[in-house]
């Protein structure tokens, strides 16, 4: 934390096709460095996949967009401020609306395909296990 070095500013709009709002690193399954991010006026969140050590190249991002149960593709839904994390080998993602809805969460096996989790079913059936 002493001697720092500088890298020029690569996660932007010249390179991800849009800017970026609030989001967060996470080291991948497979331990690539990646970045989860809000994708300027696209009301979606975005992933994008270091392509080298340094960090000063990145992949072409992909947006996140869950799939209902019924497996269409839930883009009416806006959703922002993501993070990642993984638990027992699935990522999970928890993702803000606004201040007056409920956040998203969603799950991968892939970071591609994303499955919407309804939230407050799954709160009252871990209630009632109680």
């Not at 500088?6 to 990646?34: Q, Y």
């Not at 883009?75 to 080998?89: L, S």
């Not at 956040?103 to 209630?127: E, G």
Request: aromatic share 12%.
């Amino acid at each position: 934390m002493v001697h720092w070095e500088w890298h020029p500013t690569v996660l932007g709009p010249e390179t991800m096709g849009h800017g970026m709002f609030s989001g967060t690193g996470f080291i991948t399954k497979d331990g690539r460095p990646a970045m989860v991010y809000c994708g300027y006026k696209s009301k979606r969140n975005w992933i994008s996949y270091a392509l080298d050590d340094n960090l000063d190249q990145w992949s072409k991002p992909h947006q996140m967009t869950a799939r209902d149960k019924g497996g269409r593709l839930m883009t009416n839904m806006p959703y922002f401020d993501p993070d990642i994390w993984i638990n027992d080998g699935i990522y999970y993602g928890v993702n803000g609306r606004s201040s007056k809805e409920s956040a998203v969460m969603m799950k991968s096996d892939d970071l591609k395909d994303w499955d919407y989790i309804k939230l407050k079913a799954r709160l009252l059936a871990d209630k009632q296990k109680l």
